[in-house]
């Protein structure tokens, strides 16, 4: 393998970009990214210290249900007109297209089919796509002892800030304005093969009649 030198490596780049910014393809993309990025600039409409007062109790409720694994609970807090939404990828940026959609009442009959279901693509990637029942995939994503979580962000996202800087921005206050986000970071076991094994739930919530529903839920985890 020859290695370049920082000239021609630098060369290389010049010619590269001046390519990219000839081809009408790439310019138009470029062009959505800095939308996105502007829109992922966006502060939550409703404070950290304003949303843990509105929706802490609420939110503990959902944690209780799927420590225990009780699916009937949950499914009573979601959402009665727009339900609820699953992502479960580790590079979600936006959130105007969800892998899954479940509607109120439903989620606790199908939990209960044999009937594998489509879950999204594994790392994004939607040729090898997650079939798994309700009741495995729930197993393995969100049932888990919330009461061992490290830190708790209302409005606020944990991970990008603190845990994962090399992480792109994400448009979840563009996406959903009204929406209320709860993060649940759970720093890695002992035992943990890297240093970074984190794992970590997200809750959205929008109010209803003068309640708070869930309207998506995530699951997010390092991956080398």
Known sequence: M???????T???????????????VWRE??????????QAKQPPS????KAQVIIEDRSNQVAAALTHDDIIALDAMIHPQKGMWII????????????????SGKLSI?????????WGGVYNNPEEPIMMTTKDFFAKYYFRDFKTVTQVGYN?????????????????FYDMP??????????????AVFEFDWKMVRFFFEEYNGQWYLIGLMYDEFRM
Do not use: C, W
């Not at 020859?2 to 021609?8: D, K």
């Not at 409703?46 to 210290?49: A, Q, S, V, Y």
């Not at 199908?110 to 489509?118: G, H, L, R, S, T």
């Not at 606020?156 to 979840?172: D, F």
């Open 2 to 8: 020859v290695e370049l030198t920082h000239e021609e």
């Open 10 to 24: 630098r060369e290389n780049a010049a010619k590269t970009a001046a390519r990219n910014a000839a081809d009408p």
């Open 29 to 38: 993309r470029e062009k959505k990214y800095l939308e996105f990025v502007e």
């Open 46 to 49: 409703i404070t950290p210290e």
């Open 88 to 103: 479960l990828d580790n590079y979600r940026y936006s959130y105007t297209h969800p892998d899954v959609h479940l509607n």
């Open 110 to 118: 199908q939990y209960n089919e044999p009937d594998e279901v489509k």
């Open 156 to 172: 606020e996202i944990i991970v990008n800030l603190e845990y994962n800087k090399g992480r792109e921005p994400e448009s979840l």
């Open 178 to 191: 009204k929406a209320i986000m709860v993060e649940y970071y759970f720093e890695p076991l002992k035992t």
